[in-house]
């Protein structure tokens, strides 16, 4: 009786699992990073649009009590808005395009974020800069 031999699979799963295991792996966390960036991206925009309607009621003559607006005070309303933003990464800058504070002038705020990635954390790179500007101007309500 002649025994035929057998064809084993053993090790055939390992190899393949080896060649494209790290493959979907990277698609999976680039995917997880992507979202992460976006959601990022879109909650710092909001929130300078947010720090920008904070500062168009708080000029020269404003009646609010932490009137006139500095960039600090920005930075703490967009904190207060922009869930999920670091505050050591961020940076706000006001900028008086008409040179005061006066109704009717117009004011940008710059924003500075640095968002950083899982990835670039475990290897010790720096993350991604992202920015953000929103230009209004100042106005109060008028007296009665």
């Not at 991206?41 to 500095?70: C, F, I, M, W």
């Not at 006001?94 to 117009?106: E, F, K, P, T």
Request: charged content about 20%; overall charge negative.
């Amino acid at each position: 009786m002649i025994r035929r031999f057998r064809q084993t699979h053993v090790g055939q799963n390992l190899v393949e699992f080896a060649l494209i295991g790290p493959m979907f792996i990277i698609l999976v966390f680039g995917i997880i990073e992507g979202g992460r960036l976006v959601w990022t991206n879109h909650t710092l925009g909001n929130a300078t649009k947010e720090g920008a309607r904070y500062t168009s009621v708080r000029g020269s003559g404003s009646t609010q009590p932490d009137a006139p607006a500095s960039s600090a005070d920005i930075k703490s309303a967009m904190l207060d808005k922009g869930t999920g933003l670091d505050s050591s990464n961020l940076t706000v800058n006001l900028v008086l395009l008409d040179g005061d504070m006066n109704d009717r002038s117009r004011f940008r705020v710059e924003s500075t974020y640095t968002h950083d990635l899982i990835v670039t954390s475990i290897f010790g790179m720096s993350g991604i800069t992202l920015d953000a500007t929103s230009t209004d101007m100042f106005w109060r309500e008028p007296d009665d």
